[in-house]
């Protein structure tokens, strides 16, 4: 039950520092900094590349941010090693231009408040999949 308040309430002040940031103009920098938005696909597990994935198993327990280049595509992947339950997801905000290179940003999604998790461990992570750049890439997250 505690932590049920406590995420709520944890929500609640996030909503709040998003609407105040909106008011006092904060972020108005990145955003004038945002070029155009990139074309991008979510590719499932069963269709990246095997040597890609084999480096992201190797590298999926801690955070993590990789780029592959197939010849006729660019990868990026991005986790945020290990969750103690499941019910973790990840949420694409967007995959655009950023002066010289492109930037792929995402965050972390918990589970709902509502929302049956088991206690075992799990490691979610993210690839997609847009056209081959020599652009430098930037995470944020």
Known sequence: MFHVVWKRLLTFAAI???FACSLTGCGAEEKS???KELDYTVVPTADCPADFLSEI???KINPFQMTYDDGAYCYLAVGYGEQETNGFSIRVLGLYEKGEGICFETSLVGPEDDQVVSQKKSTPYLVVKT???NRKVEFSS
């Open 33 to 35: 900094v945002r070029g």
């Open 16 to 18: 709040l520092l998003v």
């Open 131 to 133: 056209e081959r750049t």
């Open 57 to 59: 198993n190797k590298k």
